[in-house]
């Protein structure tokens, strides 16, 4: 009985995608149901939770630094695509050029800094970034006559160190993604381009960039949402979550502040419905505008 | 065949993954260590959690000293040392969920009160420190108390002093012993950048220690008597505009790390870029642990004032250690922790092994202690830290920690001093700014 329940053509199907439906209902609906019930309460750890209707949405809207942790992760999320998209697709094209020499080493070497861990990495980068003259950026500074920048005391200066790092970390693995989207370019293509004499430029614009598309799509999708989560990028830039003047502080930086550290989550859920609401509104909008809805011809 | 296997091998990973989320309470990602200190087979294990790694040497000397004399309640401590905000995060989560929380643990005074919201999941500790209560300064009891009850044991006063470079002085003909107001500081200061290119002290932006030493002088603070913030105040906009005033003269300046207690600014400490910290007695430890050039360079003197005659400290910072609701043996936790800390020995061990100055003021007078010629302490500094801290004795002021502390903490340090000190944003316009944030996040 049971070998022929296993067996069925119309059972094994529920049962290959029951792990991700598990995973799906308790890791990401029944967290997302309970936030979203928590936003509307007052909830200290170790004390009776109340319900106090839209009041933390609203003292979200007044909220200042809420704000500045909004603006923060927008700005970081729209740099970051702004590099993370088109060098990795550039490096991913010279790699797969035939007679690009030392292929492997490149590929790999790219790609190492996303083993790095963040802690290890951030540590490091902000040693780099350090504001004392000895500091490695600052001495390289220094070889031109600029004196010493107090990098992550400063907006722009802050973000030039966190826009660095999440390149530094993930240009090799974008890079990989544009890899795999080139495999499937059939070379056919570019040879027909040949014969019409077509130049390395148009064989970019008008073959590379149109068929990897759907690789774009997925890159830019997945980089939205990583910009707007950042964190742990942040916390070990700035040695914890405090940063001077809030520059580096994230949505995700003030859900913790406000969850963890001030033990006030039911603040802290709404901070992650709304940040929630912005992830979904731009992605859907992203994924309209580049026609992923509309059904296949 | 190899199909069956397969689904086995899908249906085991998923219930994997679904029971292998949970994690032992007691993984807790410090540094621990085990102390025994002659413990025998019967002790009782006690974990104690803690953000600073000498108050783990105390313990150890003072457990030793406990299981000699009580054979029949002997302990082993599991120390685990966290950094500063990793620690009390936990701590917080543990205690409020009653899971994974240890059986002692240090709180920093400026997270305390974040820890006395509601019902507080601590013990109260009043019966233990009775025996002891006429020979420790109340007020530092009163930091960590609520309703009458005290939750947390404190490790000193904490009074603040000047530490100055008498090296850096004596190159610009500057003798600290002169500068009594904030005038003479400014005139010492602007010697001694003229003749060394060096600073005087520094502007701190992360930390509040120079602001409450001018609120102090003052008899203001950063809140008012009901415990509501005030920190656009007159006395607040006073403190500030001196400091900013003394930052235009190069006399201060700000320094990397934000403030002298940081692992960047021990460096420029150490490389001689700057003069003079105000800090708290217990900086002494950072200097003799992270800053070993300086040995027999650094004199302590009591922090200028704004006229002569105001009160010249105030106690700053302070851990208060407390017992968990949760500990798996509560009085003898709470028995432990005030033979550790408010015994007369313990205090003398206090002052020998952390170098801070102790809350049974009674040791200040005993100079057998305080002047222990092996003293490490006495050996680094040039003039002994107790003659100055008896002649502040009675000035020792106290800013008071209430609920909206840790809110006043986090704007002024990550926002307000900044804007000031960095960005030369006008004093008054800053410190609004700052009461409205503070406000809004307190609403």
Same mark, same amino acid.
């Given at each position: 009985m049971i070998k022929k329940f296993l067996y069925s053509q119309k059972v094994a199907p529920y049962v290959f995608v029951l792990p991700f439906i598990f995973v799906f209902i308790f890791f990401w609906v029944y967290p997302l149901g309970s936030s979203f019930s928590m936003s509307f309460q007052k909830i200290q750890l170790g004390q009776e939770a109340s319900w106090i209707g839209f009041s933390n949405y609203e003292k979200l809207m007044g909220d200042g630094v809420f704000l500045k942790a909004v603006t923060n992760s927008a700005v970081y999320m729209v740099l970051t695509l702004a590099v993370l998209i088109p060098f990795p697709m550039l490096f991913a094209v010279l790699i797969n050029n035939k007679f690009m020499w030392g292929r492997d080493f490149f590929k790999s070497s790219f790609f190492f800094p996303a083993l790095t861990s963040v802690v290890v990495a951030g540590t490091i980068f902000r040693l780099m970034f350090g504001?004392?003259?000895?500091?490695l950026i600052n001495s390289v500074l220094g070889w031109f006559g600029i004196g010493p920048v107090k990098f992550l005391k400063g907006q722009v200066t802050g973000f030039v160190a966190l826009v660095s790092l999440a390149t530094w970390r993930w240009t090799g693995v974008n890079m990989l993604y544009f890899l795999a989207g080139l495999k499937n370019i059939p070379d056919e293509y570019y040879e027909a381009a040949s014969m019409d004499g077509a130049s390395s430029f148009q064989k970019l614009t008008r073959i590379t960039m149109p068929l990897l598309k759907p690789t774009t799509i997925y890159v830019l999708t997945i980089s939205i949402y990583a910009g707007l989560a950042m964190f742990i990028e942040s916390m070990m830039l700035w040695n914890g979550n405090n940063s001077p003047k809030n520059i580096g502080l994230t949505i995700v930086g003030y859900l913790y502040r406000q969850g963890?550290?001030?033990?006030n989550l039911g603040y802290a859920a709404a901070v992650g419905i709304v940040l929630l609401a912005i992830t979904m509104i731009i992605n859907l909008a992203q994924l309209a505008f580049s026609g992923m809805f509309k059904k296949e011809d | 065949m190899k199909q069956r296997w397969f689904i086995v091998l899908v249906a085991m990973s998923m219930t994997l993954m679904l029971f292998g989320c949970g994690q032992s309470p007691q993984s807790t990602g410090g540094d621990s260590t085990v102390l025994d200190? =002659?413990? =025998?087979?019967g002790a009782t294990e006690l974990s104690y959690w803690t953000f600073v790694e000498l108050h783990g040497q105390h313990f150890e000397k003072m457990l030793g000293k406990w299981n000699e004399a009580n054979q029949d309640r002997q302990i082993k401590l599991n120390v685990t040392v966290m950094p500063y905000d990793d620690m009390h995060n936990k701590l917080s989560i543990a205690v409020q969920t009653g899971v994974g929380a240890p059986d002692i643990a240090d709180i920093e005074l400026g997270k305390f009160p974040d820890f006395l919201? =509601?019902?507080?999941q601590l013990e109260p500790l009043n019966d233990v420190i009775d025996p002891y209560r006429g020979t420790i300064v109340k007020s530092r009891v009163d930091l960590y108390s609520k309703g009458g009850q005290n939750y947390g044991v404190p490790t000193h006063v904490g009074a603040s002093v000047a530490f100055y470079n008498t090296e850096i002085l004596e190159q610009a003909g500057v003798d600290y012993k002169t500068i009594e107001t904030w005038e003479d500081f400014k005139q010492a200061g602007i010697k001694v950048y003229e003749a060394t290119g060096k600073y005087m002290g520094t502007a701190d932006t992360s930390a509040t220690w120079q602001a409450s030493m001018l609120l102090a002088q003052q008899g203001s603070d950063f809140t008012d008597e009901a415990g509501k913030?005030?920190?656009?105040?007159e006395a607040m906009a006073k403190g500030m505009a001196i400091l900013k005033d003394l930052q235009d003269n190069n006399v201060i300046a700000t320094v990397a790390g934000g403030q002298p207690d940081t692992e960047e600014a021990y460096g420029e400490f150490n490389a001689g870029n700057y003069a003079t910290a105000f800090m708290p007695l217990w900086q002494m430890s950072r200097y003799t642990n992270y800053m070993k050039d300086l040995s027999g360079k650094i004199a302590i003197a009591p922090i200028p004032v704004i006229e002569k005659g105001m009160p010249r400290s105030v106690g700053g910072g302070g851990t208060g250690t407390v017992v968990t609701k949760t500990a798996k043996d509560v009085q003898l936790a709470k028995d432990f922790l005030a033979f550790a800390k408010l015994s007369l020995d313990a205090n003398k061990e206090i002052w020998n092994t952390l170098g801070f100055d102790p809350v049974n003021m009674d040791v200040w007078e005993m100079q057998d202690v305080t002047h222990d010629p092996d003293n490490q302490f006495v050996r680094y500094f040039q003039n002994n830290p107790f003659d100055v801290l008896n002649e502040i004795k009675s000035e020792i002021q106290l800013i008071k920690s209430t609920s909206a502390t840790p809110t006043i903490n986090n704007v002024l340090c990550t926002i307000t001093f900044n804007e000031i000190f960095e960005d030369g944003k006008d004093i008054k316009e800053a410190l609004d700014a700052a009461q409205a944030q503070i406000e809004q996040e307190l609403k």
């Open positions: 504001e004392m003259e000895g500091s963890i550290e001030k033990n | 200190a =002659g413990a =025998g087979e919201a =509601g019902t507080p913030p005030v920190v656009n105040s």
